[in-house]
């Protein structure tokens, strides 16, 4: 079973900066990848930013939501078993609950697909 830690959400005006971390513990041996998604106020949860294959060069992948593509930026360290989201130029639709997203594969070779509780994120005004 894999534990997520988030941490880093709160409060901040338009155009401010947040950063928000995610760590893992617990028996995993390979990630898969490693994202935030969030859940806008009413709204459905959606993903905010992956990465994919975090542990190689290639073929590792980043997505990121069009929405805040140039201004959020996710650092995926799998040795650490930590994953980052920066968080520039925040709007009020970035308001929400933000969770960290781990899947990879356990010791045992089971799959591994964990949830962090959420980290609420308000962008005022």
């Known amino acids: 079973q894999v534990q997520l830690v988030e941490s880093g959400g709160g409060w901040v005006q338009a155009g401010g900066t947040l950063t928000l971390s995610c760590v893992a513990s617990g028996n995993i041996d390979k990630y898969t990848s490693m994202g935030w998604y969030r859940r806008p106020p009413g709204k459905a949860r959606e993903a905010v930013a992956v990465v994919t294959n975090p542990e190689i060069a290639s073929p590792r992948t980043v997505d990121y939501a069009d929405s805040v593509k140039g201004r959020f930026t996710i650092s995926g360290d799998s040795a650490k078993d930590t994953v980052t989201l920066q968080m520039n130029t925040l709007t009020v639709e970035d308001t929400g609950i933000y969770y960290c997203?781990?899947?990879?594969?356990?010791?045992?070779?089971?799959?591994?697909?964990?949830w962090g509780a959420g980290t609420q994120v308000v962008v005022s005004p």
């Open positions: 997203n781990i899947q990879g594969t356990s010791t045992w070779g089971m799959h591994v697909d964990s």
